[in-house]
């Protein structure tokens, strides 16, 4: 596990070779990540070099990885920014505390997963990038 300059943790996901059928990768909730899955969804069918996010979460923790594609993470904490290619099914990102993330599509077709410590809740949501700073200030204060 390496840690980003924004906080966020990339992880090696556990991946098993079959010989001649492909491979089998797995996380679990508590062990592999740092919190309880209680949601999981993906973003599919998007047309390259679209983008997607611009916001961050005030609680949610979540990991993302992209099983098929290749999507570019743009993560800023509030005082570093940083971008991550997401073009490997055994590489997963875990953004455990607010960072702000957009997310631009590479490829055609790509899919990225995520696994969230929570269910939907859009009072979590910071959608303005000021607000999102302010909301920082107070929690680098």
């Given at each position: 596990?390496?840690?980003?300059?924004?906080g966020?943790?990339?992880i090696?996901?556990?991946?098993?070779?079959?010989?001649?059928?492909g491979?089998?990768?797995?996380?679990e909730?508590?062990?592999?990540i740092?919190f309880?899955?209680k949601?999981i969804?993906y973003?599919?069918?998007?047309p390259?070099?679209?983008?997607?996010?611009?916001?961050?979460?005030?609680?949610?923790?979540?990991?993302?990885?992209?099983?098929?594609g290749?999507?570019?993470?743009?993560?800023?904490?509030?005082k570093?920014?940083?971008e991550?290619i997401?073009?490997?099914?055994a590489?997963?990102?875990?953004?455990?505390?607010?960072?702000?993330?957009?997310m631009?599509?590479?490829?055609?077709?790509?899919?990225l997963?995520?696994?969230?410590?929570?269910?939907?809740?859009?009072?979590?949501y910071?959608?303005?990038?000021?607000?999102?700073i302010?909301y920082?200030?107070?929690e680098?204060?």
């Amino acid at each position: 596990m390496r840690t980003t300059n924004t906080g966020c943790k990339i992880i090696n996901i556990a991946t098993i070779a079959a010989d001649g059928a492909g491979q089998i990768s797995f996380f679990e909730a508590n062990i592999d990540i740092p919190f309880e899955i209680k949601r999981i969804y993906y973003i599919s069918r998007v047309p390259k070099d679209a983008k997607r996010g611009g916001h961050a979460h005030k609680e949610l923790k979540q990991l993302l990885f992209c099983p098929y594609g290749s999507v570019k993470m743009l993560l800023d904490d509030g005082k570093n920014r940083e971008e991550i290619i997401m073009d490997d099914p055994a590489v997963g990102l875990v953004i455990d505390k607010p960072v702000w993330r957009e997310m631009r599509w590479l490829e055609k077709n790509s899919v990225l997963c995520v696994a969230a410590s929570d269910y939907y809740t859009p009072e979590d949501y910071i959608r303005d990038y000021d607000e999102f700073i302010e909301y920082k200030n107070m929690e680098f204060e």
